[in-house]
C-alpha cells in the first residue's frame, strides 16, 4: 500500500516539473495502517493528488444467523453444570457395567496366581490429552487393586509429565491399600519420546517380563496393533482402550476387552466417582438426546413440508 502511494507520489511530481514547469510541491502524511484511495485531478494547469481514506463497513457484534449455536451451547453447559452440581451434592448416577472393568480384579487375580506382573501403558500422548488423563484415573484403580494382591505393577511412560503423574498416583494408591513399602519409584519408569522407540521398549518388557495382563489404556496411533499383537503371542489377558476410532478395530481383534470410545471416559468417572467427570459425563449424555430429539423432529416437519425449523439451524 505505501509503496503505491509513494510511486503514484514521484510521478506527480514529474509531471508538474517536466510538463507544467511549476515547482513540485506536495505534502503527504499517512497515519497508521488503512486503506486509501488516490484521485488525480488537473485544472487550470495545477496536478492535484487527493487521498481519500476508503470506508470500512462496520459489522454487527451478534450475527443473528448463528442464534441457533448460541442457544446450543447455553442448553449444553447449563445442563454439564447442573448436573456436576447434582452429583457433588450426592446425587448418584447410573452408569452402565462395562466388561473391561468387570475384568480388572480377574487380570489382577491371574497375574496374581501366577507370579508375574501387571503391565499398563497409559498411551503416547501427553499429560493435556484427555485419553492420558482417563487412563491415568483407571490406573490408580488398578494400582490399588494390584497393592492389596501384593503384585508387580509395570508402567513405562513416553511423556516426562506423565511418568511424574503415575508415579504420584500410583503411590497415593499404594498408600490408601495401606501398602505403602510395596511401592517401587523404578517399576514406573520413562523410556523415549520416539514413536516407535517406544513400541520397541514396551515390546521388548512384554517379552522379557511375560506380564499376566496388559492394559492398553490412552491415545494410540500406528503402534497399536505391533503392543496387541506382542501381548498375545504372550498369552496375556489383555484390556485396552482408545478414543481414536482407526485404531480400535485393532485392539478388537487382537485383546479380550476393548473399552470404546467414550467408554474409556465413563471408565475413569465410574472407577473415580470424581463429581465433575460424573456430572460431565450426563450433561453430555443430555446433549446427545437433545441433538437426537431435534434431528428427529426436523425429519418430521421436512416430510410434512414445514422447512422453517431447518433453515433456523442453518447458516453460512
Not at 456430572?279 to 425429519?299: E, R
Given at each position: 500500500?505505501?509503496?503505491?502511494?509513494?510511486?503514484?507520489?514521484?510521478?506527480?511530481?514529474?509531471?508538474?516539473?517536466?510538463?507544467?514547469?511549476?515547482?513540485?510541491?506536495?505534502?503527504?502524511?499517512?497515519?497508521?495502517?488503512?486503506?486509501?484511495?488516490?484521485?488525480?485531478?488537473?485544472?487550470?494547469?495545477?496536478?492535484?493528488?487527493?487521498?481519500?481514506?476508503?470506508?470500512?463497513?462496520?459489522?454487527?457484534?451478534?450475527?443473528?444467523?448463528?442464534?441457533?449455536?448460541?442457544?446450543?451451547?447455553?442448553?449444553?453447559?447449563?445442563?454439564?453444570?447442573?448436573?456436576?452440581?447434582?452429583?457433588?451434592?450426592?446425587?448418584?448416577?447410573?452408569?452402565?457395567?462395562?466388561?473391561?472393568?468387570?475384568?480388572?480384579?480377574?487380570?489382577?487375580?491371574?497375574?496374581?496366581?501366577?507370579g508375574r506382573p501387571v503391565l499398563?501403558?497409559?498411551?503416547?500422548?501427553?499429560?493435556?490429552?484427555?485419553?492420558?488423563?482417563?487412563?491415568?484415573?483407571?490406573?490408580?484403580?488398578?494400582?490399588?487393586?494390584?497393592?492389596?494382591?501384593?503384585?508387580?505393577?509395570?508402567?513405562?511412560?513416553?511423556?516426562?509429565?506423565?511418568?511424574?503423574?503415575?508415579?504420584?498416583?500410583?503411590?497415593?494408591?499404594?498408600?490408601?491399600?495401606?501398602?505403602?513399602?510395596?511401592?517401587?519409584?523404578?517399576?514406573?519408569?520413562?523410556?523415549?519420546?520416539?514413536?516407535?522407540?517406544?513400541?520397541?521398549?514396551?515390546?521388548?518388557?512384554?517379552?522379557?517380563?511375560?506380564?499376566?495382563?496388559?492394559?492398553?489404556?490412552?491415545?494410540?496411533?500406528?503402534?497399536?496393533?505391533?503392543?496387541?499383537?506382542?501381548?498375545?503371542?504372550?498369552?496375556?489377558?489383555?484390556?485396552?482402550?482408545?478414543?481414536?476410532?482407526?485404531?480400535?478395530?485393532?485392539?478388537?481383534?487382537?485383546?479380550?476387552?476393548?473399552?470404546?470410545?467414550?467408554e474409556l471416559f465413563a471408565a475413569?468417572?465410574?472407577?473415580?466417582?470424581?463429581?465433575?467427570?460424573?456430572?460431565?459425563?450426563?450433561?453430555?449424555?443430555?446433549?446427545?438426546?437433545?441433538?437426537?430429539?431435534?434431528?428427529?423432529?426436523?425429519?418430521?416437519?421436512?416430510?410434512?413440508?414445514?422447512?422453517?425449523?431447518?433453515?433456523?439451524?442453518?447458516?453460512?
Open positions: 500500500m505505501r509503496s503505491r502511494i509513494i510511486m503514484a507520489t514521484v510521478v506527480l511530481l514529474l509531471f508538474q516539473f517536466l510538463w507544467l514547469s511549476a515547482e513540485p510541491e506536495l505534502t503527504l502524511e499517512l497515519e497508521g495502517e488503512q486503506d486509501v484511495t488516490l484521485i488525480f485531478d488537473i485544472e487550470d494547469d495545477v496536478a492535484t493528488l487527493e487521498i481519500k481514506p476508503d470506508e470500512v463497513e462496520s459489522k454487527a457484534w451478534f450475527a443473528r444467523e448463528k442464534l441457533s449455536v448460541l442457544i446450543m451451547l447455553v442448553v449444553l453447559s447449563l445442563s454439564v453444570v447442573y448436573y456436576i452440581f447434582r452429583a457433588g451434592k450426592g446425587h448418584e448416577y447410573f452408569i452402565r457395567k462395562i466388561n473391561g472393568l468387570e475384568a480388572i480384579d480377574e487380570a489382577v487375580g491371574r497375574a496374581t496366581e501366577m499398563f501403558v497409559p498411551g503416547i500422548n501427553d499429560i493435556s490429552d484427555m485419553q492420558t488423563l482417563a487412563a491415568l484415573t483407571i490406573l490408580g484403580n488398578l494400582a490399588e487393586k494390584v497393592a492389596e494382591y501384593n503384585t508387580k505393577l509395570i508402567v513405562p511412560c513416553r511423556n516426562a509429565m506423565v511418568l511424574s503423574a503415575a508415579r504420584e498416583i500410583v503411590k497415593g494408591s499404594f498408600l490408601k491399600a495401606g501398602q505403602p513399602d510395596a511401592y517401587n519409584e523404578d517399576d514406573i519408569f520413562y523410556l523415549t519420546d520416539d514413536q516407535f522407540g517406544y513400541v520397541a521398549g514396551v515390546d521388548g518388557i512384554i517379552v522379557r517380563e511375560k506380564p499376566a495382563t496388559n492394559f492398553l489404556l490412552g491415545g494410540f496411533y500406528a503402534e497399536s496393533l505391533i503392543l496387541a499383537e506382542t501381548g498375545f503371542s504372550h498369552g496375556a489377558i489383555q484390556i485396552s482402550g482408545t478414543a481414536q476410532p482407526a485404531q480400535i478395530p485393532f485392539f478388537v481383534a487382537a485383546c479380550d476387552y476393548t473399552l470404546i470410545g467414550e475413569s468417572a465410574y472407577l473415580s466417582k470424581d463429581p465433575q467427570q460424573l456430572g460431565s459425563l450426563k450433561g453430555q449424555d443430555f446433549g446427545k438426546i437433545v441433538v437426537i430429539s431435534l434431528i428427529l423432529i426436523g425429519v418430521v416437519l421436512e416430510m410434512c413440508g414445514v422447512t422453517g425449523f431447518k433453515s433456523f439451524f442453518i447458516f453460512n
